[in-house]
């Protein structure tokens, strides 16, 4: 019977950011993290110790501009009270 050795990577630490980006777009964007996840597209490459890890090639962006607008929505609220 034919064995297959399943090769396992860790994480890169950009890829672990990468993570809690699409966790924090998904919770202040109230979106589907699947749908973040699913677009993401990986590598191998090297660590410091030459092991190769998953890189994340393209993480979330977090659009500052609507952090912005949800504080400005939050100050006026506040000031309404």
Not at 30 to 39: A, P, R, V, W, Y
Not at 40 to 58: D, H, W
């Amino acid at each position: 019977m034919f064995e297959q050795k399943l090769k396992t990577f860790k994480l890169s630490k950009m890829a672990q950011g990468a993570l809690m980006l699409a966790l924090q777009k998904a919770l202040l964007e109230q979106i589907d993290i699947k749908d973040l996840l699913e677009n993401f597209n990986f590598t191998l490459g090297p660590n410091a110790l030459g092991e190769p890890e998953l890189i994340v090639l393209n993480p979330p962006i977090v659009n500052m501009d609507y952090l912005d607008s949800l504080r400005e929505e939050e100050y006026v609220s506040d000031g309404d009270e």
